[in-house]
T-cell receptor, first 113, second 115 residues
Framework: DQQVKQNSPSLSVQEGRISILNCDYT??????FLWYKKYPAEGPTFLIS?????DKNEDGRFTVFLNKSAKHLSLHIVPSQPGDSAVYFC????????????FGKGTLLTVNP | KAGVTQTPRYLIKTRGQQVTLSCSPI?????VSWYQQTPGQGLQFLFE???????NKGNFPGRFSGRQFSNSRSEMNVSTLELGDSALYLC??????????????FGAGSRLTVL
């Protein structure tokens, strides 16, 4: 049973435009959400996170939105740059002391120059 | 500050063999987690160690095991290898408690191929 779903395996965007990556979850116990970025031959790198007490968190070009009622979160990248081309993983956790992250299968973002 | 170091980076084994992978966490990080990444299943949690004790375990068979040493370094072992064990094995470390504890820092992984 996949508790974190990224339904788009890939996304292609033009440089300078907005990239929107989506993630849905089924476990209502999740209260902390993270986005990781992964380049080939490297480990995932933490990008941004959000606690369930918030509905938006912003860090430079990256903004994560959380809709708890819909069990949906999204990552917005504005403006998109070719260096953003990578696989993006959505992850979720239960409680601050539980270090088991449940990951989605990832979305390959390609930003075209 | 050195990152999470995993060795070996690449290895090839045959069915039935066993393998041991090593992970050195970021200095000061006391929690070490292991994940398996495959094309079909994505990243799946294997187990997490803190102070030499396994605190969490994912849904993997007993052939997958791990341990953590007093210096927080960790090893994972897979016995009686199967073709389906071919994957990228990722180690991650984090602070044990407090703000940001859920933020894992990953190593580059150990790519295991089982023939």
């Amino acid at each position: 049973d996949q508790q974190v779903k990224q339904n788009s395996p890939s996304l292609s965007v033009q440089e300078g435009r907005i990239s929107i990556l989506n993630c849905d979850y089924t476990n209502s116990m999740f209260d902390y959400f993270l986005w990781y970025k992964k380049y080939p031959a490297e480990g995932p790198t933490f990008l941004i996170s959000i606690s369930s007490i918030k509905d938006k968190n912003e860090d430079g070009r990256f903004t994560v939105f959380l809709n708890k009622s819909a069990k949906h979160l999204s990552l917005h990248i504005v403006p998109s740059q070719p260096g953003d081309s990578a696989v993006y993983f959505c992850a979720a956790a239960v409680g601050g002391s539980n270090y088991k992250l449940t990951f989605g299968k990832g979305t390959l973002l390609t930003v075209n120059p | 500050k050195a990152g999470v170091t995993q060795t070996p980076r690449y290895l090839i084994k045959t069915r039935g063999q066993q393998v041991t992978l090593s992970c050195s966490p970021i200095s000061g990080h006391r929690s070490v987690s292991w994940y398996q990444q495959t094309p079909g299943q994505g990243l799946q949690f294997l187990f997490e160690y803190f102070s030499e004790t396994q605190r969490n375990k994912g849904n993997f068979p007993g052939r997958f095991s791990g341990r953590q040493f007093s210096n927080s370094r960790s090893e994972m072992n897979v016995s009686t290898l199967e073709l389906g064990d071919s994957a990228l094995y990722l180690c991650a470390s984090s602070w044990a408690t407090g703000a940001g504890a859920n933020v894992l820092t990953f190593g580059a992984g150990s790519r295991l191929t089982v023939l």
